[in-house]
């Protein structure tokens, strides 16, 4: 059975991919590698991936990614942008894993979410940009496997701990399911 995106979901995309950019323009820390920097947009993209699904999250990272591209260099760098996409679909999927929604981010939620993270950025960032980069645009390998091996650590730190704290917070907020009684 086909499962369309719900009207809260679409807002959630469009209004998340606003957020990625912004993030992604004024919330970055540049590094020592040229065009890499320490981004607050994947932490942000892997928390809307987790409550809105892998869907969500893959179109979140493409549109948002492009945007940023767009307003930030005036042209798309479309390797990055695919794979902008695919770690927020395998955000998506990690939070099937976990229950957010129902206010449950425990310690084993904590650690299957982050073990997700971590191999979705290393592969990711590490082998697929990379290997888009010298297809697509037929970079130096040397260059880009330092740009992707560096931003996949740096996203792996920065969804471990910003993105952690992110669903800690956001799972605050839910009501746990059967916590309410009727007197």
Same mark, same amino acid.
């Given at each position: 059975m086909k499962k369309e995106l719900s009207v809260k979901t679409i807002v959630a995309i469009g209004i998340g991919s606003a957020v990625f950019v912004i993030l992604g323009r *004024?919330?970055?820390? /540049?590094? @020592?590698v040229p065009n890499t920097n320490l981004e607050t947009s994947y932490p942000f993209l892997a928390l809307m991936s987790v409550v809105y699904g892998p869907v969500a999250g893959a179109l979140i990272g493409l549109i948002g990614h492009t945007l940023k591209d767009f307003t930030t260099y005036g042209s798309a760098w479309w390797s990055w942008i695919i794979c902008s996409g695919l770690i927020g679909l395998? @955000?998506? *999927?990690?939070?099937?894993?976990?229950?957010?929604?129902?206010g449950i981010f425990g310690k084993t939620e904590i650690l299957t979410f982050n073990l997700y993270q971590i191999v979705g950025n290393?592969?990711?960032?590490?082998?697929?940009?990379p290997a888009l980069d010298i297809i697509i645009y037929s970079e /130096?390998?040397?260059?880009? *496997?330092?740009q992707g091996i560096v931003s996949g650590v740096l996203n792996m730190i920065a969804v471990g701990i910003i993105g952690t704290l992110l669903m800690k917070a956001y799972a605050a907020t839910q009501i746990k399911q059967g916590s309410l009684k009727k007197d």
């Open positions: *004024f919330a970055v820390i /540049p590094t @020592f395998i @955000f998506g *999927f990690a939070g099937r894993k976990i229950n957010l929604k129902q290393a592969v990711v960032w590490g082998l697929v940009a /130096p390998a040397k260059k880009v *496997f330092t």
